[in-house]
């Protein structure tokens, strides 16, 4: 995290002096990249891990996710008693956030504004639930809030939406909208998901079907 916040320090400062924490020197003028040196453990903080994520994959996490995610990641060390590779955190984190199908699947959503309250949008999402396919509608002033409307009303899955974080990953054509939803049981404990697709609102209701099926997992 020292490390990470010093090259931000330095990229700011415009400087030609190299003044990073814990690095003495550049490893550039060795030859090397930073991301090569970075060593992922038990011992190991929220910093390096959301360094991984968003170096090697493009994810700007929140820092209270980041915070939850390496308990995920200190848990596998502890047990493994071994360095953590890029590569497994970010299959861990797909398989804790982005892969949650079950028992909520979201496949698709249309929306249009609310005839007697233009403020308001009407959402019909077709999602398989436990194995079965179906349409499910509801409103909001949003997408979200409609699709939260609507998991409650059909499928009787109850969340409020506290806070939600999004932002693009990549360039052009090929760029894909993540979507990081932090959600609120009744019972309050804080839930996180997080959605990623081509389509803006589409990374958003997958961010939050992540949240529910996470709920009803906890």
Known sequence: DAIKKGFDALAASNSKVWDVPYLPIDPADLGRSYEAIIRINSQSGKGGIAYILKSDYGLDVPRMLQVEFS????????????????????????????????????????????????????IAARIVENGQER????????????YVDALARNCGIAITVQDYHQHAIGHGADARSVTFIEAQRNDGKVIWGVGISPDIVAASLQAVTSAVNRAMAA
Do not use: C
Request: no cysteine; net charge negative.
């Open 71 to 122: 308990k995920v990641i200190q848990r596998i060390a502890d047990e493994s008693s071994k360095e953590i590779v890029p590569q497994l955190i970010w299959e861990t984190f797909q398989d804790e956030y982005v892969g949650r199908t079950s028992p909520i699947d979201f496949k698709s959503h249309s929306s249009v504004p609310d005839t007697k309250n233009p403020n308001m949008r009407v």
């Open 135 to 146: 349409t499910i509608e509801g409103q909001g002033n949003g997408p979200i809030a409609a």
